[in-house]
């Protein structure tokens, strides 16, 4: 008698194919002085030494990704010359769909606020791991409540779009945890303690309506 599979356990060294999978690659360095203030979703550039540098790691993504994935940036500038540095360092050209749910969450005024002024204007207790607290709404701008909604929205659409497929989204810090809050069910507060470093990639799966985390935060090896 032949055992049915079940469980849908990942004990093989390969990832199977003809799943529902996202890749989620946080965007790479930014220049030194956009990191002294909050950015947020604001359009900065890339660190170009950075870039020269760490073109090594921009290899190593590119062999550990998908061949035949689809390609989706958030529509800001950093987030798509990561996608086309990875493509540079020998994976190959792609096209690239802009998806805007996939943005860094929005700071409203508090946008190129000097990372010191911040703490005077927080109306609530900063998160220990983010600069404000999931609930916290800056003027003009969004919570990670909020953003954790459009990312939700934003995942399971892609997942219907593109089912039974490997599907590479290149973002930002908040939107992977936001991703991973609605992966998990769990609150954006929880999400935030999740550790996204930049180049790293994060893998969720979605099989028959359940998501599920492969890998958080993992780093491209030189």
Known sequence: MTQQPHGHFLDAMQL????????????????????????????????AESLVLQRPYYTALGCRLPDDAQWVTSPLKRAQ?????????????????????FTEQSMGEWH?????????KLRQLAHSFWSLAATEQPPGGES?????????????DLADQNAQQDTVVV?????????????????PDTALRFSIQNLSVSIIERINGIWRVVTVNELPSA
Do not use: K, N
């Open 112 to 120: 190129d606020l000097p990372h010191g002024e911040l703490p005077s």
């Open 16 to 47: 199977p194919s003809g799943v529902t999978r996202i890749w989620l690659i946080r965007h790479a360095l930014v220049e030194a002085s956009a990191r002294q203030r909050l950015y947020g979703s604001l359009d900065v550039d890339l660190c």
């Open 171 to 187: 973002s930002h810090g908040g939107a992977i945890r936001a991703a991973l809050a609605h992966a998990l069910h769990v609150h």
């Open 81 to 101: 010359d990561t996608a086309r540095a990875i493509f540079e360092a020998g994976y190959g050209p792609r096209d690239i769909t802009i998806e805007p749910r």
């Open 144 to 156: 990670m409540l909020d953003v954790c909604a459009r990312v939700s929205h934003a995942l399971d």
